[in-house]
């Protein structure tokens, strides 16, 4: 079956960084774009970030844009996010997901598969 599982979550400093890990099986990744989601307590979930099939393109919320940066290697079947100077409010667990549409997508009832979630904590 289709597995996502996230790594490379913790506890960091405003204005530190981190890399989160998406590592899929199951599927045959390269046909999926690939997204990372992320929801904070009492939130709905918001979308991050997305990459298309081959990585060539990528998008990226408003809240994030400049100091995220999303990539992905089709040799490995992963995906990662590097989060640079983060804050406080990026403070959320983080999912990362697959979607049958190749260039991924801003909706989540867009996308097929989901990883357990990651969560990421930023002290002010």
């Known amino acids: 079956q289709v597995q996502l599982v996230e790594s490379g979550g913790g506890l960091v400093q405003s204005g530190g960084s981190l890399r989160l890990s998406c590592a899929a099986s199951g599927l045959t990744f390269s046909g999926y774009g690939m997204g990372w989601f992320r929801q904070a307590p009492g939130k709905e979930r918001e979308f991050v970030a997305r990459?298309?099939?081959?990585?060539?393109?990528?998008y990226y919320a408003d809240s994030v844009k400049g100091r995220f940066t999303i990539s992905r290697d089709n040799a490995k079947n992963t995906v990662y996010l590097q989060m640079n100077m983060l804050k406080p409010e990026d403070t959320a667990v983080y999912y990362c997901?697959?979607?049958?549409?190749?260039?991924?997508?801003?909706?989540?009832?867009?996308?097929?598969?989901w990883g357990q979630g990651t969560q990421v904590t930023v002290s002010s």
């Open positions: 990459t298309s099939w081959n990585g060539g393109i990528t």
């Open positions: 997901a697959a979607s049958g549409r190749q260039y991924g997508s801003d909706y989540k009832d867009q996308y097929d598969y």
